[in-house]
């Protein structure tokens, strides 16, 4: 399974943008780049995800390396409520590989 | 729509008490997976069904551990006998095959004492 990496934490204060960064060198050209969040005592949620485009959604941005070994999840204006664990997650599209591998993912603290 | 619901939310048991966690998916996913989430951790894949066939199983102790998903639909995971290092949150996710979001249970809280 490829493996992605990411920091342990990052910080932001309440209405400023936030980039979320990943790494991702062995992706295959086949799989996608997923992102999920987990707010405390929750189940993760989906986030957004992509393959080789920017992809915008009402929840956030995603901008993909034009070699996609990386990625960067972007919240453009933080609030309280975006405070949680936040995962990048690669996700093949064959029978074999269609599953969501997590790893430890990135704590997002948000500040007043 | 109701959204993935599991059953229960918390269970206490003692060691070596068998338990049974049960998960709903959304209506019409036919995909259905279970994890186990330590604290600290990000969520582990235990298997993975496409209807009722578990096509990804690598990662579930088969020793102690076993799941069922009947008929394609609701699914069990059950642990015989329970062990101090199973105490972890298990999660269920649905989706449909190959579609992009899956949605998560709020999961099950197990304490093995």
């Known amino acids: 399974d490829a493996k992605t990496t990411q920091p342990n934490s990052m910080e932001s204060n309440e209405e400023e943008p936030v980039h979320l960064p990943c790494n991702h060198s062995?992706?295959?050209?086949?799989?996608?780049i997923h992102w999920y969040r987990q707010l405390p005592s929750q189940g993760p949620e989906y986030v957004i995800h992509?393959?080789?485009s920017n992809v915008n959604n009402r929840m956030a941005s995603l901008a993909i390396a034009e070699d996609r070994k990386s990625s960067t999840l972007i919240l453009h204006r933080a609030t309280l409520r975006d405070a949680a664990v936040y995962y990048c997650?690669?996700?093949?599209?064959?029978?074999?590989?269609?599953?969501?591998?997590f790893g430890t993912g990135t704590r997002l603290q948000v500040f007043p | 729509e109701a959204g993935v619901v599991q059953s229960p939310r918390y269970k206490i048991i003692e060691k070596k008490q068998p338990v049974a966690f049960w998960c709903n998916p959304i209506?019409?996913?036919?995909?259905l997976y279970w994890y186990r989430q330590n604290l600290g951790q990000g969520p582990e894949l235990l298997i993975r069904?496409?209807?009722?066939?578990?096509?990804?199983d690598s990662q579930l102790p088969k020793d102690r551990f076993s799941a069922e998903r009947l008929k394609g639909v609701d699914s069990t995971l059950k642990i015989q006998p329970a062990e101090l290092g199973d105490s972890a949150v298990y999660l269920c996710?649905?989706?449909?095959?190959?579609?992009?979001?899956?949605?998560f249970g709020q999961g099950t809280r197990l304490t093995v004492v």
């Open positions: 997650i690669l996700r093949g599209r064959s029978y074999n590989t269609d599953k969501l591998i």
């Open positions: 992509g393959l080789t």
């Open positions: 069904y496409e209807n009722e066939e578990a096509v990804d």
């Open positions: 209506s019409g996913h036919n995909t």
């Open positions: 062995t992706i295959s050209g086949t799989d996608y």
């Open positions: 996710a649905s989706s449909v095959q190959g579609d992009a979001e899956a949605f």
